[in-house]
């Protein structure tokens, strides 16, 4: 079956180390990858697209790898701070879709940087 | 990047009511999705709203308990229809513009059935 994993245990890091989350997923063939994250009580924000041929991307603190080979998307934030906390979710869109480009999401994992 | 608001924010409904959620967007989308969230978990596709036409409903979801409406590009309305406690939930819209294959969320509309 089709399955996007994220480990589901919360990752405790102290201000200013690397966190690396971390992504895999089974029997898709995504286009591209996304990364959001989401805050208690709100919708997710958009942070990180990579696709398929791309095997890294940067934006600020975040760095995002994808290895189709592995079937793996790892997500870093480096220099992390306290504000950095909240959930971050891979979402990815099946190149076989049905045609209705839609995003699945992995259940997320929840960040918590320690001052 | 679009912006998009949802109503009602928050409710507490009575068992057995319906409750109708509506998402309006800042710009012209091709693509509308409704999520639901439930305590704790990820997010699950309910459906993608059609403009013009029936939504096409994810495994699990049938449209006499979610119908939903488009009736132009920039809005969207779901409904929960009989409501049980099992429906407390976040429901979220989402959209993908014509132009990138970003999907951006609205803030959601927080459900509590009693």
């Known amino acids: 079956s089709q399955k996007i994993e994220q480990n589901s245990e919360a990752l405790n890091i102290q201000e200013g180390k690397t966190a690396t989350l971390t992504c895999n997923y089974t029997?898709?063939?995504?286009?591209?990858l996304q990364w959001y994250r989401q805050d208690p009580g709100r919708g997710p924000v958009f942070l990180l697209l990579?696709?398929?041929?791309?095997k890294e991307k940067r934006k600020e603190r975040l760095k995002v790898t994808f290895d189709t080979t592995l079937k793996q998307s790892l997500f870093h934030i480096t220099a992390s701070q306290p504000a950095d906390s909240a959930t971050y979710l891979c979402a990815l869109d099946p190149i076989y879709s049905g045609g209705y480009n839609k995003l699945i999401f992995g259940a997320g994992t929840r960040l918590a940087v320690h001052p | 990047s679009a912006v998009i608001s949802q109503k009602p924010s928050r409710d507490i409904c009575q068992r057995g009511t319906s409750l109708t959620i509506q998402c309006q967007v800042d710009?012209?989308?091709?693509?509308m999705f409704w999520y639901r969230q439930q305590p704790g978990q990820s997010l699950t596709l309910i459906a993608t709203?059609?403009?013009?036409?029936?939504?096409?409903?994810e495994s699990g979801f049938v449209i006499d308990k979610f119908p939903i409406s488009r009736p132009n590009l920039t809005f969207s309305t779901l409904t929960v229809s009989n409501m049980s406690p099992e429906d407390s939930s976040i429901y979220l819209c989402?959209?993908?513009?014509?132009?990138?294959?970003?999907?951006?969320f609205g803030e959601g509309s927080w459900l509590t059935v009693v």
């Open positions: 709203a059609n403009q013009g036409s029936e939504a096409t409903y």
């Open positions: 029997n898709y063939s995504p286009a591209y």
């Open positions: 710009s012209q989308v091709t693509m």
């Open positions: 990579i696709r398929e041929n791309e």
């Open positions: 989402s959209v993908r513009q014509a132009s990138g294959n970003t999907i951006y």
